[in-house]
């Protein structure tokens, strides 16, 4: 084989890579650059300006639906991440048992089932719950979220326990560590990284969905995205952009945080 | 012996007692708030629709299944396939596929650019492809709109240098609605390419080469079969959601180009016609199902054949 011959190369493989690198980042640069425009259009560059966030900080609804969202996401992703540790605990680190596969489909059923399907679903449900009990607060916001974030916080909570080491736990043991103890002191410590990153993926999955949120919400519960579904059906402007990036910047600021977190673990 | 043994089972109980106390809340929280739902979903789809949405009590019948691909004349009582059910069945499938192709076509040389970075560099690669994954839905097509319409980037652009006279009308069409899930859903086909890409072996693409293969052969004859498994992961996990989209065909599509995710809410809103929105959900769901256990077969066999 001749010299200087990259067997990795294929023609046009970077090229390709490189535009899509591009086209997926200018839709949202567009949509970043033009919430800090000075003039009223899209079409003109006015200069740069905080005026669509002022405006936007200064919308009632903007700031009771980001409130919602954010308090919602909270609620979800602390019960979410409690009920995928006990989870994890009680699926890994064991030969297998009468169950477990059962287990880990229910776990894995929220992602199988299309979104729209679990939304009507839930519309069906809570519609009645709602009448019968006459309750129509955020409880069922909070419950359809914490559901679908479970599997989500499973993932790196589980990875996490898959790949710690046994012998720290059984030391404990052998030291008349009860097992309340052994978990406080040894494996909560060593797990919690897991925790942390799970916490965090619910949380950006919840503060993500629109779809279920704008079927079980009741009058008066809009949250940022479902708001914004409601404001892009009838006119768009700037200020769509300026929530678009406060939000934006949230999720990339908790994604690269779990990124770090993950990182450092290897 | 016996009772060494018997103590030994009694813990392994016991530890098993426990596995299901701990598992207990997320079993019943997704019990009642994901699985749960839908067999009411099911029973829903054989009632009578009510007048103003919702059911009639403990009425049942099939119109909401037979409404799903079939229509009755109100005057006449002819029955005629449903048009416009087709047309918005036929649409949903077409829009998935050429999605499921467009991100294949653009994530299959991404995805190998990533695999064949160094590999320190490749983490970040990722992490700027999952990046805008991790950011709202709803966010990201508003963020294509932008780019789309008709006062967007892309028209601005094009008339400025004068390459077109008129603005080219992008937003309400099958063509946004698919560059919209294009763009929404291509992360989901570079992780699954990529994580099988990141195993592969050069040596069998040098082998390649030292019997004369040109790139394209090699491209096709060796890698494409390596990466098979991703292939087909990346295939499933765009397809899937892009079948049941509400929200991209929705903000892109406007509402004239409907699909199935929009025709289920609608049966739920000013169609009042629960039932019907049952039936079609439960379609929905059966059609991911089967697409699903299609994946879960070839996994398997991908599985034995390359351990």
């Known amino acids: ?266 | 012996m016996g009772q060494a043994a018997d103590f030994e089972n009694a813990a392994r109980r016991r530890d098993i007692a426990n596995r299901w106390l701990l598992s207990a809340p997320t079993l019943l929280i997704i019990f009642v708030a994901a699985i749960g739902p839908l067999f009411i979903v099911l029973v829903y789809s054989f009632m009578v629709k009510g007048d103003y949405g919702d059911v009639k009590p403990w009425q049942f019948s099939f119109d909401g299944w037979f409404g799903v691909l079939f229509q009755r004349d109100i005057f006449d009582d002819t029955v005629t396939w449903s048009d416009t059910h087709l047309r918005i069945f036929g649409r949903s499938a077409v829009l998935a596929l050429l999605t499921t192709l467009t991100t294949f076509v653009v994530g299959f040389p991404t995805a190998y650019f990533i695999a064949t970075r160094p590999e320190k560099s490749r983490d970040i690669w990722l992490f700027l492809v999952t990046i805008p994954f991790w950011t709202n839905l709803l966010i990201r097509t508003y963020a294509v709109m932008e780019v789309i319409r008709n006062e967007g980037l892309f028209n601005t652009l094009l008339l400025s240098l004068g390459i077109i006279d008129a603005p080219i009308q992008l937003m309400f069409t099958n063509t946004a609605i698919m560059i919209g899930m294009t763009y929404v859903y291509l992360p989901l086909m570079v992780l699954p390419l990529y994580a099988s890409m990141e195993k592969i072996d050069f040596r069998l693409v040098e082998a390649g080469y030292d019997l004369y293969a040109t790139r394209l052969q090699v491209l096709w004859r060796v890698i494409v079969p390596l990466v098979k498994p991703g292939i087909i992961a990346g295939s499933i996990l765009v397809f899937i959601p892009a079948l049941g989209a509400y929200v991209t065909p929705r903000v892109l599509g406007g509402g004239k180009n409907l699909m199935l995710g929009n025709l289920i809410d609608l049966q739920f809103g000013q169609g009042r016609n629960w039932p019907l929105g049952a039936a079609l959900s439960i379609t929905l769901m059966a059609i991911v199902m089967v697409a699903l256990l299609f994946y879960a077969r070839t996994a398997s066999k991908q599985g034995g054949a390359h351990g």
């Open chain 1, 1 to 266: 084989m001749a010299r200087g011959f990259a067997i990795k190369k294929l023609p046009g493989f970077t090229f390709i890579a490189m535009l899509t690198f591009f086209l997926l980042y200018l839709p949202i640069a567009t949509l970043v650059v033009f919430a800090f425009n000075g003039s009223d259009s899209f079409v003109n560059w006015g200069g740069p300006s905080l005026r669509w966030f002022e405006q936007a900080m200064a919308n009632e609804d903007v700031r009771e639906a980001s409130l919602r969202s954010l308090w919602i996401a909270a609620w979800a992703a602390v019960l979410a991440s409690i009920c995928a540790t006990m989870a994890a605990l009680a699926t890994t680190r064991t030969a297998p048992y009468r169950g477990l596969t059962f287990k880990y489909a229910f776990i894995n059923q929220p992602l199988m089932v299309p979104e729209i399907v679990t939304a009507v679903a839930l519309l069906i449900l809570f519609s009645r719950i709602k009448v019968w009990s006459g309750y129509s607060g955020l409880g069922y916001l909070i419950l359809a979220h914490t559901a679908f974030c479970i599997p989500f916080a499973y993932l790196p909570i589980r990875a996490r326990l898959e790949s710690m080491d046994t012998t720290l736990e059984r030391a404990a043991a052998d030291l008349y560590a009860t097992p309340w103890q052994a978990f406080k002191r040894v494996t909560f410590p060593l797990l919690w990284p897991g925790i942390l990153a799970g916490f965090m993926l619910a949380f950006v999955i919840s503060l993500d969905d629109v779809v279920i949120t704008e079927f079980v919400k009741s009058g008066g519960q809009d949250t940022l995205p479902t708001y914004m579904l409601g404001q892009l059906r009838r006119s768009v402007s700037p200020e769509m952009n300026a929530i678009s990036t406060v939000f934006l910047a949230l999720s990339v600021l908790i994604v690269t945080v779990f990124f770090l977190v993950n990182r450092k673990r290897v």
